[in-house]
């Protein structure tokens, strides 16, 4: 869906099946050529349903030449899903990427933890095909203990990570720190290899919207897309 918004234009991904269940298969290849400028979102949350089995996978890969903005809403996992995910990211030349994603464990509007499951999300990103950057996160059988360990969630059940790759990486590292003094949430940010990583984490999935959008909203000079509020 393209929505009619002002400025930099925006592409909403819909799933009209209102989920993933165990044995579903999303690919996502959103390829940006040089001079060009999109918003690339989704049209809500979206939810992994506990399963019998088999891993929901969803492999996304991002070409970027020109500017992209990936700005999906939040994956919900139910208790007992399992979610094979992964990113991968090739920028080029002046290309320009702000990329985020995020995970909800559990629905705690609906009173349910996320105590057994699996999730393995992979980030592997390259700059003129060398990598930069890559990330592996997992939790698998009993994840509840897993959460709780202070050397890995320290009890967040929601949590995102946002990158920003561009020749001014650099330059923005002490606004976007500036950005997370003061939040509700624990957060930081590191410079690695020309591009920023910022990390959140949260004990409740409210919280971690609301500040993820005010960081976004501050860092990019305009807000999120519309369809977040919708």
């Known amino acids: 869906m393209m929505p009619r918004v002002p400025g930099v234009p925006e592409a909403v991904l819909i799933n009209t099946a209102g989920g993933l269940a165990g044995g579903d298969r999303i690919d996502i290849d959103i390829d940006v050529a040089e001079g060009a400028s999109v918003v690339v979102t989704g049209q809500a949350a979206e939810k992994v349903y506990r399963s ?8 996304t890969r991002l070409t970027v ?67 930069v950057w890559a990330d592996r996160f997992r939790l698998a059988g009993d994840v509840a203990a897993q959460i709780a360990k202070p050397s890995l969630l320290d009890g967040a059940v929601a949590l995102a990570t946002l990158i920003y790759v561009a020749k001014d990486a650099a330059d923005r590292l002490e606004e976007l720190r500036d950005l997370l003094t003061g ?7 590191s410079l690695r290899n020309g591009l920023l990583i910022c990390r959140f984490l949260a004990r409740d999935a409210f919280a971690l919207r609301r500040e993820v959008t005010g960081v976004l909203t501050a860092f990019r000079g305009q807000p999120v897309p519309r369809v977040w509020s919708c």
């Open 52 to 59: 019998l089995g088999p891993d929901v996978r969803v492999a």
């Open 65 to 131: 030449a020109g500017a992209l903005d990936w700005l999906p809403q939040e994956t919900i996992l139910f208790d007992r899903a399992r979610l094979d995910r992964s990113l991968d990211i090739d920028v080029t030349g002046d290309g320009r990427l702000l990329a985020l994603d995020w995970l909800v464990l559990g629905r705690a509007a609906r009173g349910e933890s996320f105590t057994k499951g699996a999730i393995r999300d992979n980030w592997t990103v390259r700059r003129d095909g060398v990598p």
């Open 183 to 189: 939040l509700s949430v624990r957060a930081g940010v």
